[in-house]
């Protein structure tokens, strides 16, 4: 059963920086497509909003209000998912969660893609 445990949330004053884990526990497939996602405000089919995916393609994206300011990793050896964020604003603010699949179909920002989830981790941002 594959598990993902998250880390690293907190607090931070606005301008911070953060750093976020995803440990990937039992990960058996060959490919992977993993991301991050915040909690809310939803979308419109009440779906938690994608903020960042990676693949094993090496394909990256990101969500529009945290281009250049965050950035995703994966440390493949250790089977570890990351997000630097940093310049950090109040808006920030939200639940994160890990999210993985086998590989992506397209549509590596929206959660339905992914099957597999972490608990969440809190972010806290004040001005």
């Known amino acids: 059963q594959v598990q993902l445990e998250e880390s690293g949330g907190g607090s931070a004053q606005s301008g911070g920086s953060l750093r976020l884990s995803c440990a990937v526990l039992?990960?058996?497939?060959?490919?992977?497509?993993m991301a991050w996602f915040r909690q809310g405000p939803p979308n419109d089919r009440g779906e938690r909003a994608g903020?960042?995916?990676?693949?094993?393609?090496?394909?990256?994206s990101y969500e529009d209000s945290v281009k250049g300011r965050f950035t995703i990793s994966r440390d493949n050896a250790r089977n570890v998912l990351y997000l630097e964020m940093s310049n950090l604003q109040p808006e920030d603010t939200d639940m994160y969660y890990c999210?993985?699949?086998?590989?992506?179909?397209?549509?590596?920002?929206?959660?339905?893609?992914?099957?597999?989830w972490g608990q969440g981790t809190q972010v806290t941002v004040s001005s």
């Open positions: 903020v960042a995916s990676i693949d094993s393609d090496g394909k990256i």
């Open positions: 999210a993985a699949d086998a590989r992506c179909g397209g549509w590596e920002l929206e959660a339905w893609e992914y099957k597999y």
């Open positions: 039992q990960w058996t497939y060959s490919t992977y497509c």
